[in-house]
C-alpha cells in the first residue's frame, strides 16, 4: 500500500486524473454529456503542459474513433471518451479498432440512447456495444473510475490482449458527483503503467505493414477467431493485473464483488453505481436477519461465467438488475447470467428486473422492495419494472 | 522532372494488385507517391484503390499503409500525422516522414467530405488525394456527388422519363480551396507532369493540401480499355476538368486549351452519355457546354484576381 492523496474528485475529474498520470501520447475527443467534463479537465492538463499528450479536437465521435486507430496503429499510446449517441455514432469504428488489435482506452459515461433524447444515465450504449469485441469494464464509484483507468491501459495493451477497453460509469450519478478519491503518486502510477511498446506500427518505416486488408471468405473467419482467442486470455490476465494493482492500492480486482453473498437467499446483481445503494440495503437488511446480498458485476467483456455460478449456485433466488434492455429479448445482464446458470447443477430461481432508463432514479427502498419481493419467492418468467408507471 | 527519371524512383505500390484492365488509378498512386523523397505513411478509404491493392495475404504497398473505413481516411491520417508529432516531441522518432490519404470520389466527395473538412480545418500537415472516377465504380456504377450532369448510372439511370443524373456535381476542389489551406489543385491522370508537380508542392509544403484528379473508369463510363488516358485529355481540352492550383489562395490555371473544343467530343467516347446524343436531348449538351463555359470564365476571373 502506498501514501495517496486524497482529493475531492467527480467520476470524469477521477478518469481524468487517470489519463495525466498515464500520460498518453494521443487523445482524439469530441464533447457529449455526461462525458464532457473528462476531456475538458484533460484538455486543461494539455494546456497546462502537465502531460506530453498532443490532443485531436475532432469534428465528431465518429472523426474521434477513426483519429485512435490511425494513431493507435501508428504506434502510440491512445485514449478517448464518449456516451450515449457518441459511442453510436463511433459503431462502426469501433469494429475496426477492435478487429486490427488496437489497445485504445476510452471512458464512458452511460448515458440513454435516443429517441427521446435524454441526457441521463442507463447503460443502453455500452451494452449496445458489447458484441464488438471491446473489452467492458463497469465502475461502482470514482475511485472504481480512476484504478480500472490504470487496470484498462495494461490490459490493453498486454501482448496476448491486444484489445481496446472501455472504462464505464454512471453518467451524471458517478461522472458530475463528488466524491474523495485516493490518488497514488505518480511515479508509482507510471511505473505501474509502464511505457507501450507496440511489435507492428505504422511509424516504423523500416518494417511497411498493411493495417486493415480486404479478407474475404478464406480468411476472415481465422481472424475472427483469433480475436476470440485474445478474448478469452484477457479473463487471466484481467485478474494477473489486477493482483499487480493490488499491491498499490490494497484493494482487489476480481470479476466482480460479492457481497454478503457466501450464505445469502437472495442475491442481487447489478453493475455500476445502483450496486453502492444495493450494499447498503444489504447491510440494513442482514442486520434484521435477512440473508441478502449483491452480487456486482466489474467485468461484462470477456464475461466470467463460470465463476459468476460458482457465487450464485448456493442462493435460493437470484435478481437480476439491467439498466437496459434487448427489446423482444431477455436483458444483457440477465441473460449472461441465466447462461451462466445452465451448466450448474443447483439452478436458482431467476427473476429480470429493468430499472434506471433514461435515468430514471432508484432508491434504497425499490432495492429493499425487490428483496423483500424475491425472499417470498415471488419469481416469474416476465420481466418486471421498478420505478416505472404502468 | 524527366519521365525516365520517374521511372527510377523507388517502387513503394508493386504490381500484382487486381485494378481493372486499363484502369488509370495506379498511374496516379504511383506518380503521387514518387513525388515525396521522404518516407509516406498511407492511409486509404475504403473504395477501388484499396480493394484491389491489398487482398489478403497480398499487398502492393511497399510502404506502411492503413485502411479503417469509407468515411474516415482523413480522420485516419490526423491520428498518425498526430502521433508522429508526438513522438517526434519525445524524440522517440527521428525520422522525417510525409502523411498521405487516398479516398474515390464517393468517400470523398459525400461520405468522407465531414472528416476531410475536420481534418483541413485542424490543419494536419498531410496530403489528401482524390481519385475521381465521378461514381461508386468499386461498387458498379452508381451515382456520387461528383457524377457529372446526365451521366447513365445504375441508381440515377437514363430512361423514358430521366436521362440520367439531373444535377450538376458539387465542386470539390473549391469546397477544399473553403478551408484557407496552403495548396489545393486539380490535377489529371492524362497529364503526368503536372500532376507529379503538384503532388511535390503538396508535400514540401507546411499542413493540409488537397489533390483531386480525373480518373476515368473504363469499365463503367463504358470506354474502351486503352481509353483511359485519351478520355482523361479529352476532358481537360474540352474545359470539362480545368487543370488549375490555388497556392495560399491564389489561383493558377496550369494549362489553357488553345481552342475551344465542343464537350461533344469528350462525351461521345463514353457509353455512360450516349442518350445525350438522341435528337430530343440536345438541350441537354447545351446545358452542359454552358456550364463548362461559365466555370471556365469564372476560373479565369479568379486566376486575374490573383
Known sequence: MNEKKILPLTGAYAAAEAMRQINPDVVAAY?????????????????????????????????AMSACVGASAAGARVMTATSSAGLA????????????????????????????????????????????????????????????????????????????????????????????????????????????????????????????????????????????????????????IGKELSRITGREYGYFEAYETKDADVIIVVMNSTAGTAKVVVDRMRADGKKVGVLKIRLFRPFPYEEIADVLKNAKVIGVLDRSMSFGANAPIYSEIKNSLYDSERKPKLQSYIFGLGGREIYERDIEKVFEELLEGKVSNKKKYVGLRE | MMLKEFAKKPRRFVPGHRSCAGCPMPV?????????????????????LEVTSTIYPFS??????????????AATISGVETAYRSWKKKG???????????????????????????????????????????????????????TPFGAHTTTAPAGKVHKGKEEFPKNLTEIAVAHNIPYVA??????????????????????????????????????????????????????????YE??????????????HVPVEEFLKTQGRFKHLFKPENKHLI????????????RLLKKESEG
Open chain 1, 31 to 63: 464533447p457529449i454529456t455526461p462525458q464532457t467534463p473528462i476531456v475538458e479537465r484533460f484538455a486543461q492538463f494539455v494546456a497546462d503542459g502537465i502531460v506530453d499528450t498532443e490532443m485531436i479536437r475532432v469534428e465528431s465521435e465518429h472523426s
Open chain 1, 89 to 240: 455514432l463511433m459503431w462502426e469504428v469501433l469494429g475496426v479498432a477492435s478487429g486490427l488489435r488496437l489497445p485504445i482506452v476510452m471512458n464512458i459515461a452511460n448515458r440513454a440512447l435516443s429517441a427521446p433524447i435524454n441526457i441521463h444515465c442507463d447503460h443502453s450504449d455500452s451494452m449496445g456495444a458489447r458484441d464488438l469485441s471491446w473489452i467492458q469494464i463497469y465502475s461502482e464509484n470514482a475511485q472504481e473510475v480512476y484504478e480500472h483507468n490504470l487496470l484498462a491501459i495494461r490490459l490493453a495493451e498486454h501482448k496476448d490482449v491486444l484489445l481496446p477497453v472501455m472504462v464505464c460509469q454512471d453518467g451524471f450519478i458517478t461522472s458530475h458527483g463528488v466524491e474523495n478519491v485516493g490518488i497514488f503518486p505518480d511515479d508509482i502510477v507510471r511505473n505501474f503503467v509502464g511505457e507501450y511498446e507496440p511489435e507492428k506500427f505504422l511509424l516504423n518505416i523500416n518494417d511497411p505493414v498493411t493495417f486493415g486488408p480486404l479478407e474475404l471468405t478464406d480468411y476472415y473467419f481465422e481472424t475472427k477467431r483469433q480475436q476470440e482467442e485474445a478474448m478469452d486470455k484477457a479473463r487471466k490476465i484481467f485478474l494477473e
Open chain 2, 28 to 48: 496516379i498512386v504511383r506518380t503521387v507517391l514518387a513525388a515525396a523523397d521522404d518516407p509516406v505513411v498511407v492511409a486509404n478509404a475504403t473504395g477501388c
Open chain 2, 60 to 73: 502492393s504497398w511497399n510502404i506502411p499503409w492503413i485502411h479503417n473505413a469509407f468515411e474516415n481516411a
Open chain 2, 92 to 146: 522517440k522518432i527521428k525520422e522525417n516522414i510525409k502523411f498521405l490519404a487516398f479516398g474515390g470520389d464517393g468517400g470523398t466527395y459525400d461520405i468522407g467530405l465531414q472528416s476531410l473538412s475536420g481534418a483541413l480545418e485542424r490543419g494536419h500537415d498531410f496530403v489528401y488525394v482524390c481519385y475521381d472516377n465521378e461514381g461508386y465504380m468499386n461498387t458498379g456504377n452508381q451515382r456520387s456527388g461528383a
Open chain 2, 186 to 243: 486539380q490535377a489529371s491522370v492524362s497529364n503526368i507532369i503536372d500532376l507529379y508537380n503538384k503532388a511535390k508542392k503538396a508535400f514540401e509544403i507546411k499542413g493540409p493540401a488537397v489533390l483531386v484528379v480525373f480518373s476515368p473508369c473504363t469499365a463503367l463510363w463504358k470506354i474502351r480499355t486503352d481509353m483511359a488516358i485519351e478520355v482523361a485529355k479529352l476532358a481537360v481540352e474540352t474545359r470539362f476538368w480545368p487543370l
Open chain 2, 246 to 259: 490555388v497556392e495560399n489562395g491564389k489561383y493558377k490555371i496550369n494549362y489553357k486549351p488553345s481552342k
Open chain 2, 286 to 297: 447545351e446545358k452542359i457546354q454552358k456550364h463548362i463555359d461559365e466555370g471556365w470564365e
